[in-house]
């Protein structure tokens, strides 16, 4: 069956420090790859898109990579900073055209100062 | 600023009752969705909507309905309220005019649904 895993434990990490989240899939060829954030009784924001043809993309201080042999996606987030402080969601695409996304149960980041 | 606003933002109602939640947009885009959100089960898609009368499923849709007679409006119905929809739902747009995979998705502030 098709899986997105993110890890379900909350990641702790002192501010400055740079925090990596990792979104793996199983049976999924996906064209695009999606990274959200989502605040406490908020909805999701959209941050980065990743095509299946692209290896990183960068946004101010995020970075996306996308390794499709390993069937992975990183999630860095540099200098972090206590306000990056939420769940981070990734989203997959199937293929391309397609029109509906699916996604991962997402990642809390907790940024200590 | 993608322009949803879901309504009502809260509702507690019995068991057995009709509920229907509402989003509007105010862009004219041409996907929109609706999701629940659960702990343990993550975001996951109820149905969405490809243009005015035309939707299709998702995975858990079973126990509602949705409707979109105008562009700006996609409405779900639950015809008869469980306790296991009780739930956080959010609604989306999708700015691409063809598959969503390759356009962000803008998300409402959802509605919270108790059911008791």
């Known amino acids: 069956s098709q899986k997105i895993e993110q890890n379900s434990e909350a990641l702790n990490i002192q501010e400055g420090k740079t925090a990596t989240l990792t979104c793996n899939y199983t049976?999924?060829?996906?064209?695009?790859l999606q990274w959200y954030r989502q605040d406490p009784g908020r909805g999701p924001v959209f941050l980065l898109l990743?095509?299946?043809?692209?290896k990183e993309k960068r946004k101010e201080r995020l970075k996306v990579t996308f390794d499709t042999t390993l069937k992975q996606s990183l999630f860095h987030i540099t200098a972090s900073q206590p306000a990056d402080s939420a769940t981070y969601l990734c989203?997959?695409?199937?293929?391309?055209?397609?029109?509906?996304?699916?996604f991962g149960k997402g990642t809390m980041l907790l940024v200590s100062p | 600023d993608a322009g949803i606003t879901q309504s009502p933002r809260h509702k507690v109602t019995e068991t057995g009752t009709p509920v229907t939640l509402r989003c509007h947009q105010t862009?004219?885009?041409?996907?929109m969705y609706w999701y629940r959100q659960d702990p343990g089960h993550g975001l996951r898609l109820i149905h969405y909507?490809?243009?005015?009368?035309?939707?299709d499923k998702g995975e858990v849709s079973d126990g509602y309905s949705v409707s979109r007679s105008k562009t700006e409006d996609f409405l779900l119905t639950l015809e008869s309220a469980t306790s296991s929809q009780t739930s956080v739902y959010f609604c989306a747009i999708s700015t691409g005019t063809g598959g969503a995979g390759n356009q962000p998705q803008h998300f409402g502030d959802g509605t919270r649904l108790s059911i008791l």
């Open positions: 990743i095509r299946e043809n692209e």
């Open positions: 909507s490809y243009g005015v009368k035309d939707t």
């Open positions: 049976n999924y060829s996906p064209a695009y």
């Open positions: 862009e004219n885009h041409r996907y």
């Open positions: 989203a997959l695409a199937p293929i391309s055209g397609y029109s509906t996304l699916t």
